[in-house]
């Protein structure tokens, strides 16, 4: 089987419903002992009740965690544009979408690297590459996380640990239904959970070597280049 992680062991976060659910069945289809993470349970895997706004549920999950797969996955912001956002507003997403990233990886990145094998991917937003006034926040904190995961790939290439990023949109989620159902893509649907989750399979595989990346996943409807 391609893309097999027969013996490695993996951790998907937000992992109770579409995108990381979807990543968690599809890496645990390909051999993968998953554990998952989310606020509410999921029945399906091993799990882990963290809050992932909460530095030390963070820290309590990831207490006694070795796994060779990290898929980093947040649940999205509130919406609003720049004007309506308060500091209160400010300092809760940049602990949700930034810090809550740094500090997992801060906890578990350490073992890949003694390991020497790590695979982390990150599912962000199309708003890091394609701003949204709709979105402020998520725009400029899942940017910057781009930023972060370019930086870092470079450090831990040598001890084969692979580092990237996709930018989905147009997924049909819960989250999608909730901001108005998405729009018109080139190839006139939206794309599935599952059909995303087999990108995040091969960039958590052995054959990937693939590394600082920010991949778009929507269907063709952005405008960035």
Known sequence: MKNDHKGKKALVCAASKGIGLACARKLREHNADVTVCSRTYCDEFPHITCDLTDPISIENMCKGLDVSILVLNTGGPPVGGVLDLTDDDWLRDHNNLFLSTTRIIAYLLPKMLEKGYGRITSVLSITAKQPSNKLASSSIYRNALISYFKLLSKEVADKN????????????????????????????????PEEFSELVNFLCSEECTMLGNSLLFDGGSSKSI
Do not use: F, H, Y
């Open 161 to 192: 640990v692979m580092v990237n990023s996709i930018c989905p949109d147009n997924i049909a989620t819960q989250r999608l239904m909730d901001l108005g159902g998405g729009k018109e893509t080139p190839i006139g649907r939206r794309q599935s």
